[in-house]
């Protein structure tokens, strides 16, 4: 049963770029949510989809978007990017079951490197 | 409190040795209190979703002690090894749908 996959692992943009990220769930899992580590804090909630639709969303700019597919895989998309967008990008999926979420499965995260 | 708080940030233990650490969250609104264990270059892994008040929990050698109405939750380590040695992130939520808002994390590095 694969975990939580993310990719790419690492990668190198310069400001003013775009960059996609991508996740796949756990199978069975139709929950996912994004979180941004910046170094030296903890993860910061971006947003979460479920059933296709973003449910709820962190303190981040429009320049935060995504997509989840049929297949509850989902994207992150970030539009025009600054150096303060280098992180760790972290995805983690869930089963919403019975009116409630439990524990978060995470990936390994994708690196962003903003030049 | 108005975010979640870690302490200490960083911690060195003997093998062998037991220790604990904090997590305080603000105590209105509490819905869950979820711990989790960072080792490097892996991926985090969930050790306990608490939910009541007085719950404790046990896994192995870890366990853990939740106090909704002072907003706070321990974490024990008992006899700790070198495999102990990670990063341990609490995080709380304030509703069902497990948006969570993390702590800096405290990071444990156990020595032989």
């Known amino acids: 049963d694969a975990g939580v996959t993310q990719s790419p692992t690492h990668l190198i943009k310069t400001r003013g770029q775009q960059v996609t990220l991508r996740c796949s769930p756990k199978s069975g899992h139709d929950t996912v949510s994004w979180y941004q580590q910046a170094l030296g804090q903890g993860p910061q909630f971006i947003f979460q989809y479920y059933e296709e639709e973003e449910r709820q969303r962190g303190n981040f700019p429009d320049r935060f978007s995504g997509h989840q597919f049929p297949n509850y895989s989902s994207e992150l998309n970030v539009n025009a990017l600054l150096l303060g967008d280098s992180a760790l990008y972290l995805c983690a999926s869930s089963l919403f079951e019975g009116g409630n979420t439990g524990e978060l499965f995470f990936g390994e995260g994708s690196r962003l490197t903003v030049l | 409190i108005l975010n979640v708080e ?77 495999e102990d040695s990670a990063t341990y992130l609490c995080a709380f939520s304030t509703d069902s749908w497990g948006k969570l808002q993390f702590g800096a994390g405290t990071q444990v590095v156990v020595t032989p």
């Open chain 2, 6 to 82: 870690q302490s200490p940030q960083s911690l060195h233990v003997q093998e062998g040795d037991s220790t604990n650490f904090t997590c305080s969250f603000p105590s209105s609104n509490f819905y869950a209190l979820h711990w989790y264990r960072w080792e490097t270059a892996k991926s985090p892994e969930a050790l306990f979703v608490m939910t009541l008040n007085g719950d404790e929990k046990k896994k192995g050698r870890i366990s853990a002690t939740l106090n909704t109405k002072e907003g706070y939750s321990y974490l024990y380590i008992k006899g700790s090894q070198p």
